[in-house]
């Protein structure tokens, strides 16, 4: 806030081996996870509260979490529990564009003010990349996908994570490395 930035608290729910990605969790006992998950996160909007935090992400790529039918009753009840207590907008970060479409798999977007979207694209074809052609590529990802989730679900969308490593390629690989050679200038225009 200090530097004039907006800040939007978004926790992460991973396993303590990291054994298995956070999009395949799926616990056996729904009403206690949902239940210690609810509690979380009811801490940390609590939390957002005192310090005016803008905006929550209630999760983060929990694909079989999120898009699992039967669990929607737990994902509007957590919703309403934190909106009785935090006074800022909700949004979730949905993974998109990859072989999980979780984006069009939540049943819950009516009950949240945004669309967010975790995204790993390739917006490179070599490990050289123009700042041009990767704000080309921007806009053709806009066109396909963040445009279309827009008209969709009638509410603001935005991009909730996106990152690139440091390494030579990062461009056209962002979800892993394909080189180890360090390359913080391809980082920088990424």
């Known amino acids: 806030h200090s530097l004039g930035l907006r800040v939007m608290l978004k926790p992460h729910l991973d ?3 990291l054994s298995r990605w956070r999009a395949n969790i799926d ?3 729904k009403v206690l996870f949902f239940a210690n998950y609810k509690a979380m996160l009811l801490h940390y909007a609590e939390m957002a509260e005192r ?3 803008e905006q929550i992400a209630i999760g ?3 694909h079989k979490l999120s898009s ?6 737990y994902w509007r009840d957590i919703i309403q529990a934190i909106r009785s207590r935090y006074h800022g907008k909700l949004t979730y970060s949905a993974l ?5 479409d979780e984006l069009n ?3 819950f977007w009516d009950a949240l003010d945004s669309v967010g979207l975790s995204t790993y694209q390739p917006v490179a074809s070599n490990s050289t990349p123009s700042v041009d052609s990767i704000t080309a590529r921007w806009a053709e990802i806009e066109r396909l996908y963040i445009y279309p989730a827009y008209l969709k679900y009638r509410k603001p969308v935005i991009v909730a994570e996106v990152g690139w490593k440091s390494a030579d390629g990062a461009g056209m690989k962002p979800e892993s490395s394909i080189s180890d050679i360090v390359d913080l200038k391809e980082q920088a225009d990424l």
């Open 15 to 17: 396993l303590k081996d």
């Open 51 to 53: 310090h005016l935090v």
């Open 60 to 62: 983060a790529e929990l």
């Open 105 to 107: 798999g939540i049943p």
């Open 96 to 100: 998109f564009g990859s072989n999980l």
């Open 68 to 73: 699992t039918v039967g669990n929607e009753p």
């Open 27 to 29: 616990p056996t006992d």
